[in-house]
């Protein structure tokens, strides 16, 4: 069985403050996929990203970053110098090798404030 | 801009009644998927389709709800009867099936239920 974790529930930041959102996951599968969602005030989930198990190099897309690491079963996001558009709620979500069904974590709730 | 749509944005009923929700997925996408969201159980997978055909619904009450595709363009989730627990949202979603996977889900703007 798949589970994945976010042991945040809500985090509150300053704007231009750096912030990490941890994910935790568990699956048996060998090949696996990991996902983050952002679910902004509008309640449509967007897509952030997606990364293949097999894939361990770090990737930065703009202020957003990802640490995946196999060792310790954990893909966290990191969103360097917050800004008040990043207030969502942050799904991270697994999936088998189809990359089809999404389990998803119960998502952290990101304040920024100016 | 490709998106997809669901009908309606909210609805309010009453136990007992029957609900049905729209989902058009976006063209040229061939898996749909169904997901509820509640603050309780958070995002949870229904159904899917790939290519019209049900490939999973393990996720959905069997004795009350109901997933179809009638046609590549429209994909329906229904709730007969209808019971308070329901209320939540549900999403709909598509995507791209390859045969080396899926790559990415669109998620539609959510129906989001109330059942009295």
């Known amino acids: 069985a798949q589970k994945v974790t976010q042991a945040q529930t809500e985090i509150s930041v300053v704007e231009k403050e750096d912030v990490t959102l941890d994910c935790v996951y568990e699956t048996r599968d060998t090949t696996y996929y990991l996902f983050w969602y952002k679910q902004p005030p509008s309640g449509e989930l967007v897509f952030l990203i997606r990364?293949?198990?097999?894939?361990?190099q770090n990737e930065i897309s703009g202020r957003y970053s990802w640490n995946f690491q196999k060792s310790t079963s954990s893909f966290n996001f990191t969103i360097t110098a917050s800004q008040v558009v990043d207030s969502a709620v942050y799904f991270c979500?697994?999936?088998?090798?189809?990359?089809?069904?999404?389990?998803f974590g119960k998502g952290t709730s990101l304040l920024v404030t100016p | 801009d490709a998106r997809v749509t669901q009908t309606p944005r909210h609805k309010v009923t009453e136990m007992g009644q029957e609900v049905t929700m729209r989902c058009q997925p976006i063209l040229g996408h061939n898996t749909v998927f169904w997901y509820r969201q509640t603050m309780m159980q958070g995002l949870e997978l229904l159904a899917y389709?790939?290519?019209?055909?049900?490939?999973?619904d393990s996720g959905m009450p069997k004795d009350r709800f109901s997933a179809e595709m009638p046609d590549a363009t429209l994909a329906t989730l229904k709730i007969q009867p209808s019971e308070p627990r329901d209320s939540a949202v549900y999403f709909c979603?598509?995507?791209?099936?390859?045969?080396?996977?899926?790559?990415?889900?669109?998620f539609g703007p959510g129906t989001r239920l109330t059942v009295l």
């Open positions: 979500a697994l999936s088998d090798q189809s990359g089809y069904a999404l389990n």
């Open positions: 389709f790939r290519n019209r055909a049900p490939l999973d």
């Open positions: 979603a598509s995507g791209l099936g390859l045969a080396g996977g899926l790559d990415e889900q669109f």
């Open positions: 990364r293949n198990s097999f894939d361990e």
